[in-house]
């Protein structure tokens, strides 16, 4: 397998709201992995365990409490000149979850979408800047006549294509899709996704893709990410991690996924996951560790053991 180069490296992100008080919150909790060049990260869990934090924090919507994200080599978080902000703002870009709060109610679709154009100055004239709006409602599956209209004259879905228009107009490396068709149809999930499909491969572009659904998940990512509780707890290829969990908490999720066959769905059975089963000691090191090549699960040196027969059955 041809070495694959590393876009982002994440080292031990902390992120923790009343940092030091009685009610202090440890939303991503010392959580660390790569993602490469021209791939799909897939970051799933239940609601409230850290992914969407986690994809906020990547791309400095919140100052991380502790931990690196290196973005081709360079602390995102480090100190930057506002030019070096500007450079990176360009190169990483995010779609977010809810297509009606993420438009400004007040401006016609062609503005929403060549915001970015104007902030980096990527069109010569006005002409050119229309030219690009059309391009990208093409690029998303829609016409041009739509630039002039306003954002509650669209459904959900065509919202959610106009925000991917949006990510797209400063031709970015990197798009954080934060959980982008939880609030749309089943029916329109899929064509959302197939389009962000099929944008990565005609553009090259590499994604952190958020989400709780885990077959969505798994149709897209090259890899997926579970979290729980602030803790990534197993990373492996997307194949794998549903041939072979390991980890009770994703065996847990993976049970959780319905069948689209009656007579199976009767008959499964759902596992649930308790955090008192690891009966962990006080002095044991509960660590990120490599199972098999590629596959990682937060255990203790005990469980690492039993996950390594186990993976060789």
Same mark, same amino acid.
């Given at each position: 397998?041809?070495? $694959?180069?590393?876009?982002?490296?994440?080292?031990?992100?902390?992120?923790?709201?009343?940092?030091?008080?009685?009610?202090?919150?440890?939303?991503?909790?010392?959580?660390?992995?790569?993602?490469?060049?021209?791939?799909?990260?897939?970051?799933?869990?239940?609601?409230?365990?850290?992914?969407?934090?986690?994809?906020?924090?990547?791309?400095?919507?919140?100052?991380?409490?502790?931990?690196?994200?290196?973005?081709?080599?360079?602390?995102?978080?480090?100190?930057?000149?506002?030019?070096?902000?500007?450079?990176?703002?360009?190169?990483?870009?995010?779609?977010?979850?809810?297509? /009606?709060?993420?438009?400004? @109610? $007040?401006?016609?679709?062609?503005?929403?979408?060549?915001?970015?154009?104007?902030? %980096?100055?990527?069109?010569?004239?006005?002409?050119?800047?229309?030219?690009?709006?059309?391009?990208?409602?093409?690029?998303?599956?829609?016409?041009?006549? %739509?630039?002039?209209?306003?954002?509650?004259?669209?459904?959900?879905?065509?919202?959610?294509?106009?925000?991917?228009?949006?990510?797209?107009?400063?031709?970015?490396?990197?798009?954080?899709?934060?959980?982008?068709?939880?609030?749309?149809?089943?029916?329109?999930?899929?064509?959302?996704?197939?389009?962000?499909?099929?944008?990565?491969?005609?553009?090259?572009?590499? /994604?952190?893709?958020?989400?709780?659904?885990?077959?969505?998940?798994?149709?897209?990512?090259?890899?997926?990410?579970?979290?729980?509780?602030?803790?990534?707890?197993?990373?492996?290829?997307?194949?794998?991690?549903?041939?072979?969990?390991? %980890? @009770?908490?994703?065996?847990?999720?993976?049970?959780?996924?319905?069948?689209?066959?009656?007579?199976?769905?009767?008959?499964?059975?759902?596992?649930? /996951?308790?955090?008192?089963?690891?009966?962990?000691?006080?002095?044991?090191?509960?660590?990120?560790?490599?199972?098999?090549?590629? %596959?990682?699960?937060?255990?203790?040196?005990?469980?690492?053991?039993?996950?390594?027969?186990?993976?060789?059955?």
């Amino acid at each position: 397998m041809a070495k $694959r180069e590393k876009l982002l490296e994440i080292k031990n992100l902390k992120q923790y709201f009343n940092e030091g008080k009685p009610n202090e919150v440890k939303a991503v909790d010392n959580v660390s992995f790569d993602i490469y060049k021209g791939e799909v990260m897939g970051l799933v869990g239940e609601s409230g365990c850290g992914k969407s934090t986690t994809g906020r924090t990547i791309i400095r919507l919140y100052d991380a409490t502790g931990g690196e994200v290196l973005y081709d080599g360079v602390n995102v978080h480090g100190k930057k000149s506002k030019k070096q902000l500007k450079e990176f703002n360009r190169k990483m870009q995010m779609i977010f979850q809810d297509p /009606y709060a993420s438009l400004n @109610p $007040r401006l016609k679709i062609a503005d929403v979408i060549a915001e970015g154009i104007d902030i %980096h100055g990527l069109a010569k004239s006005k002409e050119e800047r229309m030219e690009k709006v059309y391009e990208l409602l093409e690029t998303v599956g829609l016409n041009k006549e %739509h630039a002039n209209r306003y954002p509650h004259e669209f459904s959900g879905g065509q919202r959610q294509r106009i925000g991917i228009a949006r990510a797209l107009a400063v031709q970015p490396e990197f798009i954080i899709a934060d959980e982008p068709i939880s609030a749309l149809d089943v029916s329109i999930q899929a064509q959302v996704v197939n389009l962000m499909k099929k944008l990565q491969k005609e553009k090259g572009l590499t /994604y952190l893709f958020i989400a709780h659904d885990l077959s969505m998940v798994k149709y897209i990512s090259d890899r997926i990410g579970v979290m729980y509780f602030g803790k990534m707890v197993e990373l492996a290829p997307a194949d794998e991690l549903y041939k072979n969990p390991l %980890h @009770p908490y994703t065996r847990s999720l993976l049970s959780a996924i319905p069948a689209p066959d009656p007579i199976s769905e009767r008959t499964r059975k759902r596992k649930s /996951y308790d955090l008192a089963s690891h009966q962990y000691d006080d002095n044991e090191a509960i660590e990120f560790r490599e199972v098999t090549p590629g %596959h990682f699960v937060l255990c203790s040196e005990k469980e690492f053991i039993q996950y390594k027969a186990q993976s060789k059955q």
